[in-house]
C-alpha cells in the first residue's frame, strides 16, 4: 500500500519560512518523480514544483521561482519543499504526488499517488 504523509504546514507571517515534508512508503521511492502542488481555499488545485527521480531534472512554477526549492533524500524516501519569503497567497493546502515521469507532474499535473495534504497559511 503506497503512502505519502505530508508534514511540516502551519501558521506563518509573511516573509517567514517553512519546510515542508512527504515521507513516501510502499513504493520504489527512487524510481518515482515527486512533486509538490497547492489548492489555495475556493481554487483549483495548483502545480508548485517536481523533481526528476534522480534530482537531475527541477521545475517551478513562475509564481514560486527564488522563494521556494525542491529536494528529495532517496535514503529517506522523502521529499521537501523549503518555502520562504512566504506571502500571504501561498496560503492552500499543500500536496505531495509521485509519478513515474516528471513530465506528467509538471505539464499535466497528473501524480500516479497523492498525500492528503497539509495546511499552510501565511498571515499579513
Known amino acids: 500500500q503506497v503512502q505519502l504523509v505530508e508534514s511540516g504546514g502551519g501558521l506563518v507571517q509573511a516573509g517567514g519560512s517553512l519546510r515542508l515534508s512527504c515521507a513516501a512508503s510502499g513504493l520504489p521511492f527512487s524510481r518515482y518523480a515527486m512533486g509538490w502542488f497547492r489548492q489555495p481555499p475556493g481554487k483549483e488545485r495548483e502545480f508548485v514544483a517536481a523533481?526528476?527521480?534522480?534530482?537531475?531534472?527541477?521545475y517551478s512554477a513562475d509564481s514560486v521561482k527564488g522563494r521556494f526549492t525542491i529536494s528529495r533524500d532517496n535514503a529517506k524516501n522523502s521529499v521537501y519543499l523549503q518555502m520562504n519569503s512566504l506571502k500571504p497567497e501561498d496560503t492552500a493546502v499543500y500536496f505531495c504526488?509521485?509519478?513515474?515521469?516528471?513530465?506528467?507532474?509538471?505539464?499535466?499535473?497528473?501524480?500516479?499517488?497523492w498525500g492528503q495534504g497539509t495546511q499552510v497559511t501565511v498571515s499579513s
Open positions: 504526488a509521485a509519478s513515474s515521469t516528471v513530465v506528467a507532474l509538471h505539464k499535466d499535473g497528473r501524480g500516479d499517488y
Open positions: 523533481i526528476s527521480w534522480g534530482s537531475g531534472r527541477i
